[in-house]
């Protein structure tokens, strides 16, 4: 039987709508002060929910963190791919599109960029499996976005790949955490570089 109706909301609604206030809350908070540094009071207080209705949408941080990172890679991967989508075919084009959209997209906001490359790191082994998820997601896009390169390097697609990943993964690291920050400009421009220098013969 459906719960009943509160304030014009259904019982999974209300759930729905607190859920949502938490991941808005956690993004925040956990991109400053960091995962660690936020506790689940704190959470509760600015989402505006009770330390009992945290539970009732998350079984504890770990768990928060994990669909606050999920939400960035999703939309993270919906943009980069959409850029790839609608460059010309020439690999060229389609590097300098899905690089260029990715640094762009994860640095637009700060928050995602010290989610996605530094607190999912420092939440220790938890997020290791999500993380994982996510790279091979990645690594998916650019092995497609190569695929009918007819003259690559002799070496396995998907390896060379996951070392794109790793030295933008490292770029994006330097952003957050240097002052002053490298110009986003010259994270495309290098992470381009790596990129065109992998998978060209």
């Given at each position: 039987m459906a719960g009943r109706e509160y304030r014009g909301m259904s019982a999974e609604q209300r759930l729905a709508d607190r859920r949502e206030?938490?991941?808005?809350?956690?993004?925040t908070l956990f991109a400053n002060p960091g995962f660690h540094g936020t506790t689940i009071e704190r959470l509760c207080a600015t989402a505006r929910i009770s330390n009992r209705a945290f539970y009732e949408?998350?079984?504890?941080?770990?768990d928060l963190m994990r669909a606050v990172y999920?939400?960035?890679?999703?939309?993270?991967?919906?943009?980069v791919?959409?850029?790839?989508?609608?460059?010309?075919?020439?690999?060229?084009?389609?590097?300098?599109?899905?690089?260029?959209?990715?640094?762009?997209?994860?640095?637009?906001?700060?928050?995602?960029?010290?989610v996605m490359h530094v607190e999912v790191r420092r939440a220790g082994?938890?997020?290791?499996?999500?993380?994982?998820?996510?790279?091979?997601?990645?690594?998916?896009v650019i092995e497609r976005a190569v695929d009918d390169v007819q003259h690559r390097p002799p070496l396995e697609s998907h390896l060379l790949a996951l070392g794109v990943i790793g030295a933008i993964t490292e770029l994006l690291i330097e952003w957050?955490?240097?002052?002053?920050?490298?110009?986003?400009?010259?994270?495309?421009?290098?992470?381009?570089?790596?990129?065109?220098?992998?998978?060209r013969p």
């Amino acid at each position: 039987m459906a719960g009943r109706e509160y304030r014009g909301m259904s019982a999974e609604q209300r759930l729905a709508d607190r859920r949502e206030r938490l991941i808005t809350a956690a993004y925040t908070l956990f991109a400053n002060p960091g995962f660690h540094g936020t506790t689940i009071e704190r959470l509760c207080a600015t989402a505006r929910i009770s330390n009992r209705a945290f539970y009732e949408c998350f079984s504890g941080r770990d768990d928060l963190m994990r669909a606050v990172y999920d939400r960035c890679v999703e939309e993270t991967l919906a943009s980069v791919s959409a850029a790839i989508e609608q460059a010309p075919p020439m690999l060229d084009d389609r590097i300098v599109a899905g690089i260029g959209e990715y640094v762009r997209f994860v640095t637009k906001d700060a928050r995602r960029a010290r989610v996605m490359h530094v607190e999912v790191r420092r939440a220790g082994d938890v997020l290791s499996g999500a993380r994982q998820r996510s790279v091979l997601e990645f690594s998916k896009v650019i092995e497609r976005a190569v695929d009918d390169v007819q003259h690559r390097p002799p070496l396995e697609s998907h390896l060379l790949a996951l070392g794109v990943i790793g030295a933008i993964t490292e770029l994006l690291i330097e952003w957050v955490l240097s002052d002053p920050a490298p110009p986003v400009d010259r994270l495309v421009a290098t992470a381009t570089h790596i990129f065109r220098s992998s998978f060209r013969p």
